[in-house]
């Protein structure tokens, strides 16, 4: 054990301050158990308090809001509540001594603490791709940031990183930060997408129309070359393969190269307790209580899955807070007869993985492709959902009610043509 590491006790540790951790916080809180929120940063939100822009809050908060207002609510929220919590307190390790006794080793200015509880909610977010993890090669020069560097420069530090830019992805993230760099007045030379067609919501694709931006789709940048600082890039056209097409090569002079490649849960500190890991997701596998392989291990927001929505992120938080409560309350999750829930045509990812039948539930899922005039089908319910368009930026959220879910041995999802 840790006899010289000062001894807390919790009901619920929350790991993470993000949406998901405060939104889970403020919801066990409001059920009445102990609570603890453990969050790195020097202060609360996640990366909302960067994302200046507007389009955060239409489904929670039923109005529209900037990150910061909405971080703002829920941390207004959690102070009222008084639940206690500390920032730029990093989370060292979790153990797992048994289903009811979980501790969490954690440091902070004030020194090292073990917190036990009953229960953990992981909310820890997760982490951006770099330029090598995508193979881009060259020069070893400043001026390539992640999305997520260059906007916390701009947005909480007031500084700029470029003046001619060229943008890897075409993410709703890349989208926001090619706009976001066109309003401060810097040059977007280019947005280079690897898939045939883009990959942000269709109003982030609206940006580049409005503000002339170039994007190439069926592109990539492979490498970068420059003294100091990038000077230029290297973009190639790909084939239906996702294969280099020789003598497709051509260079785009820039001081600036973002990459905004995609996200990838940070789960390093559930692996090492046992938790199962679906590769689709790159998250847990996770019952529709949100509590993973690992009994009283409960996850929410972006270490579940890669949301687009905050309001999602939010949601799975107080989903994943009941979840506890009911496992604190009852010694675990009742044991019960869990109705799998597999992936069908065209569906690329979907949480949760086993459902109950005894509560209506939210099934998460994205697509594999784009494609038009379809329906969602389960066939082992006979549910059909007509949908004009469906794309894999877009994640797709379904209700199902505890009835449905009573009535099969498993559950297919697909997504095929009406």
Avoid at 203 to 224: G, Q
Avoid at 252 to 278: C, F, H, M, Q, R
Wanted: glycine share 10%.
């Amino acid at each position: 054990m840790f006899p010289r590491i000062p001894m807390l006790s919790y009901d619920v540790v929350v790991i993470g301050g993000g949406p998901a951790g405060m939104a889970a916080a403020i919801k066990a809180k409001e059920l009445g158990l102990k609570v603890l929120l453990l969050d790195e940063n020097d202060y609360l939100g996640g990366i909302l308090p960067q994302c200046i822009h507007p389009g955060f809050g239409l489904h929670y908060y039923k109005e529209e809001l900037t990150g910061p207002e909405f971080a703002s609510r829920l941390a207004k929220r959690l102070v009222e509540l008084g639940v206690e919590y500390r920032t730029a307190a990093r989370v060292l390790e979790i153990k797992n001594y048994s289903d009811l006794e979980k501790v969490v080793i954690f440091t902070s200015p004030s020194g090292a603490y073990q917190a036990w509880a009953k229960a953990v909610i992981y909310a820890a977010g997760a982490r951006e791709r770099h330029a090598f993890e995508i193979g881009i090669v060259g020069d070893r020069v400043s001026g390539i940031y992640t999305a997520g560097e260059a906007q916390t420069l701009m947005d909480i530090y007031g500084i700029m990183p470029g003046k001619e830019i060229v943008i890897v992805g075409s993410g709703d993230v890349g989208l926001i930060m090619a706009r976001r760099f066109a309003l401060e007045g810097a040059k977007v030379k280019a947005v280079v997408e690897l898939m045939p067609y883009p990959g942000g919501l269709a109003r982030n694709v609206m940006i580049l129309r409005d503000f002339n931006i170039p994007l190439y789709l069926s592109h990539k940048v492979v490498e970068v070359r420059g003294k100091g600082r990038v000077e230029r890039v290297k973009v190639v056209r790909v084939d239906e393969n996702l294969n280099e097409i020789s003598g497709s090569e051509f260079w785009i002079e820039a001081d600036t190269l973002i990459i905004s490649a995609g996200l990838v849960p940070s789960v390093k500190k559930l692996k090492k307790i046992g938790v199962e890991i679906d590769p689709s997701t790159g998250g847990p596998v996770v019952n529709d209580r949100l509590e993973t392989s690992v009994p009283g291990i409960f996850v929410a927001g972006n270490s579940l899955l890669i949301n687009d929505l905050v309001d999602y992120v939010a949601e799975q938080g107080e989903l994943a807070a009941e979840g506890a409560k009911e496992f604190i309350e009852n010694g675990g999750i009742e044991s019960r007869k869990w109705v799998k829930v597999e992936k069908g045509e065209n569906v690329r990812l979907l949480v949760p993985h086993y459902l109950s039948g005894d509560r209506d539930v939210y099934l998460y899922l994205r697509v594999s492709k784009p494609m038009e005039d379809v329906e969602l089908r389960i066939p082992e319910i006979g549910k059909r959902m007509k949908l004009p368009v469906v794309k894999p930026a877009e994640m797709l959220r379904i209700k199902l009610k505890a009835g449905e879910i009573r009535k099969a041995e498993k559950l297919t999802v697909e997504v095929v043509k009406a």
